[in-house]
């Protein structure tokens, strides 16, 4: 070899190697309706002493936006696209599968377009995930009772060997992830006890459980056709899901801090999402704290103006409540013991990373899917309207906190408008990974997300220029700088011709609770934000819901 290029080389191989160094490990850590002000640091009184913690150390934002739904944001977390471009243009219409025909329903993420987990790896990540996955996919080509189940619940339609296939390719391990361990789908229990059936998956296989801890379980659930509340009142040996979760975490953090590569995190928690189960003690520790449900979100409120992550005079949304309010407050009470639960384990997942000598190189998110849902009220989303799957900002804002020791400013706050599909191309430019130009043997669009680094080091961003949600085929929302129209707002499901199209139009800046609607008020804005949203959902072929209920027009829900 020549010597001018050998040294050339070494130098390569140097600057590669201080690169690899330098690169961070980054922990993606999720909740699953969890709302707006659920935790400490964003005026809740919920007792979140570890996040607190983390965001005294890092920074919170206030105008973060999820897609309003769980895997609609996991979706645009993973891919970087609005969610209707990989499948997920909406929320669950009954049984994901029916909706087949429709790519932008589908519900399973195209095998051609790249996940966040393939093109770290790629970049010489270490990929780990532990918890929900919810982004469609099965094991169905290895079972015939599945394939038999799956007959049943859609007659006359065809399974092909194709669409196994591309079912099992549908699964985190196939899409990029080293190791997962968690859970396929989304309704399930989150206590187990031995010997009991549960859905928990290691790698394409069921999990092998550790019924380690003892537990008093408190489980809540309406819902007469699942066994959600087998285990309730009982105590002894159980897994509980957010524990288990944290601890399977913990084993792939301790194992990949042995290794030279960077390593890359995602746990995604199945709580607070219903069912509602927790640890009785803590239960009981929160309906002592409940006793007056009124103040709850009217102190959020307050406690936001104080932390500077809501403005001093600006309207709030108050939330309705009903007046029996017994079921509701035990509802509330194991809400806040889910989330006092997630709390602790981010405390492990912390001690961990500073145990093995991993934290101060690793950046920590942490944030809600959406915000909490019906059954709360909305009050976790004070002082916001609305409720998880609904798109007005109470359904789509979540807290936000980013920790990163010597780069992120202690105690900050950042104002500016970051979505939750800003995060692949975030990670991606601090692995030093270019989006590619095509994947799998098909050209790639480039990326709807923008990365948030200059944001997490405290510069301004130029804001998008646009950014749309849609829900079902029909709520759509578009914003445009300080501007937010809604087509079709609430729990509308058309299914008959419904005369004229609702709008409601605010001003988030001088309004960001949506008190006032300016649509009457504004009718050239409306028609110029309403025509760039059919553009859009022309773009992403949403499907009416109108329309997808046709596919079974015996089963419309
Ligand atoms: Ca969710």
């Known amino acids: 070899m020549n010597k001018q290029f050998f040294a050339m080389g070494m130098a ?22 969890s709302g707006y002000s659920d935790l400490g640091c964003y005026g809740g009184e919920i007792d979140t002493p570890n996040l607190d913690k983390l965001a005294k150390k890092g920074m919170r934002l206030s105008n973060f936006y999820t897609n309003g739904r769980c895997s609609p944001t996991r979706a645009s977390l993973l891919s970087g696209l609005d969610c209707a471009k990989v499948g997920f243009g909406g929320g669950v219409v009954g049984d994901w599968s ?45 079972s015939e009772g599945s394939q038999k189940v799956w007959k049943q619940y859609h007659e006359g339609w065809e399974l092909t060997q194709e669409e196994m296939e591309q079912d099992y390719l549908g699964l985190p391990m196939q899409r990029g992830f080293d190791e997962y361990f968690g859970l396929y789908g989304a309704q399930n229990s989150l206590f187990f006890v031995p010997g009991q059936a549960h859905p928990m998956m290691e790698g394409n296989g069921p999990a092998k459980l550790k019924y380690d801890r003892e537990y008093n379980m408190h ?46 995190l995602y746990v995604a928690y199945r709580a607070p999402h219903k069912p509602l189960q927790a640890p009785e003690e803590l ?18 409120t307050e406690n936001l103006k104080k932390e500077k992550l809501y403005p001093e005079d600006a309207k709030h949304f108050k939330a309705w409540l009903p007046k029996e309010r017994d079921e509701l407050q035990l509802q509330f009470a194991i ?39 019906a059954h709360t009220k909305g009050i976790q989303n004070a002082p916001y309207n609305g409720v998880k799957a609904l798109m007005w900002e109470g359904g789509t804002k979540s807290h936000f906190i980013a920790a990163w020791p010597g780069k992120i400013k202690p105690d900050s706050i950042s104002h500016e408008q970051v979505w939750v599909g800003d995060l692949m191309p975030t990670c991606l430019e601090l692995a030093g990974a270019a989006y590619p130009k095509t994947f799998r043997g098909k050209k790639t669009d480039g990326l709807d997300g923008r990365s948030m680094l200059p944001v ?78 059919d553009k859009w959902i022309e773009e992403c072929g949403i499907v009416d819901y109108a329309e997808l209920i046709k596919l079974r027009p015996n089963d419309p829900y």
């Open 283 to 300: 239960v009981q520790k929160y309906l002592k704290k409940y006793g007056d449900l009124d103040v709850i979100g009217p102190t959020r």
């Open 12 to 33: 390569f191989l140097a600057a590669v190697a201080v690169m690899a160094a330098e690169r961070p490990n980054m922990v993606i850590i999720m909740s699953d309706d």
């Open 456 to 533: 997490l080091v405290g510069k301004k961003r130029e804001p998008a220029e646009t950014l749309f949600f849609n829900d079902k085929g029909q709520q759509t929302v578009i914003y445009q700088g300080r501007w937010k129209l809604l087509i079709e707002p609430g729990w509308y499901l058309q299914t008959l011709d419904v005369p004229g199209i609702a709008y409601e139009l605010y001003d988030l800046e001088n309004d960001p609770s949506e008190t006032k609607n300016l649509a009457d008020a504004k009718p050239e804005m409306v028609q110029r934000l309403a025509k760039a949203c």
């Open 335 to 373: 809400h806040a013991a889910m989330i006092e639960k997630i709390d602790e384990n981010v405390g492990h997942l912390i001690q961990t990373l500073k145990k093995t000598g991993e934290l101060d190189n690793t950046l920590v998110l942490y944030f809600s899917d959406n915000g909490a849902a």
């Open 98 to 142: 029916r909706e087949m025909p429709y790519p932008a329903h589908r519900a399973r993420m195209p095998y051609d377009i790249p996940l966040l987990p393939e093109l770290m790896k790629e970049a010489g990540y270490r990929t780990l995930m532990s918890g929900k996955w919810h982004m469609g996919g099965s094991t169905m080509k290895f």
């Open 219 to 264: 489980c809540f659930s309406k819902r007469k056709d699942m066994n959600y509340n087998v285990n309730h009142g009982k105590s002894g040996k159980a897994f509980y899901a957010t524990d288990g979760v944290t601890d399977r975490a913990v084993e792939m953090i301790e194992d990949a801090s042995k290794l030279q590569e960077p390593f890359m």
